[in-house]
């Protein structure tokens, strides 16, 4: 298997790039939003621009970004998790180490 | 043998003369001209609100004309919060040859884009009132619109586009205009208007150029006066099937009421006369509609479904132990988003 394709067979990676798109939809959203806004007069259809558009473009962003943070949090954990490990493996060897010296 | 073929073929032709002969007028009565006069002249007016009250429009202070809101040569009808705002005024004249008579006339007018200030069109309620005052050809005149008739009207009817289409039948301003002067109709919210309502409906002028939306166009289908014989003209209705009881004389024509003699009136005839009135097909009757004007953007349908597949994944995702060292060989760029 690829590098690229087992990075796309990861949850994590192929969570990330969709939580990417999605803000990248509400940025979106947000712009057509302000754009249909700006194009009436009539303040009943600016209100119906910045309700669908304008806020559900905001809060996308924001499900996007706060499920970021989330998979980052446990990213981060994991690390700790594996440089724990590591540490843990390698006292472990040196204790075997210093054991069979004497 | 030969002479028997041609004494049938001459006593078939002469039988079928007269119906050939009612055909052909029938034909030329029928025939529609199309004439499609061009509007001459219109213009649009901005009535102030107080207009609405019963009191009447009052004296009306010098205010800036809306007609900077949208684009030139632009034409506009329109309610705001359930009050009328915008009113059209046109005029077309509708010269027909003499004699003819008009049998279907229709207004098509295509509805500007929202960037021309229409706002919600498929939910305008529009109706076409005579216009019993001259009117001036401006944009956006402010004060009160000339006087209408809206006891001569009809309503405009909403064609989804592209471009989206207001259609006026004119058949009853046609009867008013020959015994009244011509001073043109006027497009103007429906007095059923819900209050709280808001619509624009924005068309192009006639004299617009450089856009893609066309003016108004009128079509009017007329009959022209009749040229055939009169003796012909007379008999324009279909002719009825061939009649066991009476004999068939019109089918015969001469050479019928000739040899066959109609035999005398027995009980069904009165049946047999009944028949031949013309049935008069009675379509259902709305009493109501139920429905609207349908969705812009049905698709959005979708998102709630869409919604829950991302939630259902993101759900899964979320709960799938994080691979480190995949991470470390591909996404180096969580780094920044972790820290």
Same mark, same amino acid.
């Given at each position: ?102 | ?70 684009? #030139? ?11 009328? +705002? ?11 040859? +003499? ?12 509805? #500007? ?80 208007? #819900?209050? !709280? ?90 009493? !109501? ?51």
């Amino acid at each position: 298997m690829t590098p690229s394709r087992r990075a796309f067979a990861d949850p994590f990676v192929v969570s990330v790039a969709l939580l990417l798109l999605l803000a990248a939809a509400g940025l979106a959203a947000v712009g057509l939003g302000w754009k249909g806004a700006a194009g009436s007069l009539s303040v009943s259809v600016q209100i119906t621009y910045i309700v669908s558009g304008v806020f559900g473009g905001v809060a996308v962003v924001a499900f996007a970004l706060g499920l970021l943070r989330v998979q980052g949090r446990r990213r981060r954990a994991a690390r700790r998790r594996a440089e724990v490990d590591r540490v843990v493996v390698a006292a472990a060897r040196a204790l075997a180490t210093a054991r069979g010296g004497q | 043998m030969r002479r028997s073929t041609l004494l049938v073929a001459v006593i078939a032709a002469m039988a079928l003369f007269p119906m050939w002969t009612v055909r052909s007028a029938h034909a030329a009565v029928t025939s529609t001209a199309v004439a499609s006069p061009a509007v001459t002249e219109d213009g649009w007016y901005a009535p102030p609100p107080t207009c609405a009250l019963p009191s009447g429009c009052g004296p009306v202070s010098p205010t800036p004309s809306p007609v900077d809101r949208y684009p #030139a040569h632009t034409l506009h009808v329109g309610v705001t919060g359930g009050i009328e +705002d915008a009113r059209t005024y046109l005029k077309f004249d509708p010269a027909l040859p +003499d004699g003819a008579t008009p049998t279907k006339s229709t207004l098509t007018m295509p509805i #500007a884009p929202s960037g021309d200030g229409s706002v919600q069109p498929e939910t305008a309620m529009v109706v076409a009132c005579l216009a019993t005052a001259p009117f001036s050809p401006g944009e956006g005149t402010v004060g009160a619109p000339p006087a209408v008739d809206c006891n001569t009207s009809g309503p405009a009817e909403y064609a989804a586009g592209p471009p989206a289409t207001l259609t006026v039948d004119l058949s009853p301003f046609l009867v008013r205009w020959k015994d009244t002067a011509n001073n043109g109709i006027v497009l103007l919210p429906s007095p059923r208007t #819900a209050p !709280g309502t808001t619509w624009h409906v924005a068309f192009s002028a006639h004299d617009r150029a450089g856009s893609d939306v066309p003016p108004a166009s009128i079509e009017v289908r007329y009959d022209p006066a009749p040229t055939a014989p009169a003796s012909a003209a007379t008999e324009p209705e279909p002719e009825p099937a061939p009649d066991v009881v009476t004999g068939g004389s019109r089918i015969g024509g001469l050479l019928g009421s000739a040899l066959v003699a109609p035999p005398p009136s027995s009980a069904a005839a009165p049946i047999v006369d009944e028949s031949k009135v013309p049935r008069v097909v009675r379509r259902p009757r709305l009493v !109501g509609q139920v429905g609207g004007p349908g969705f812009a953007y049905p698709v959005v349908f979708a998102a709630p479904l869409l919604l829950l597949m991302l939630g259902a994944y993101f759900g899964w995702a979320l709960t799938q132990p994080v691979d480190v060292s995949v991470q470390m060989r591909s996404a180096p760029a969580m780094e920044s988003v972790s820290s």
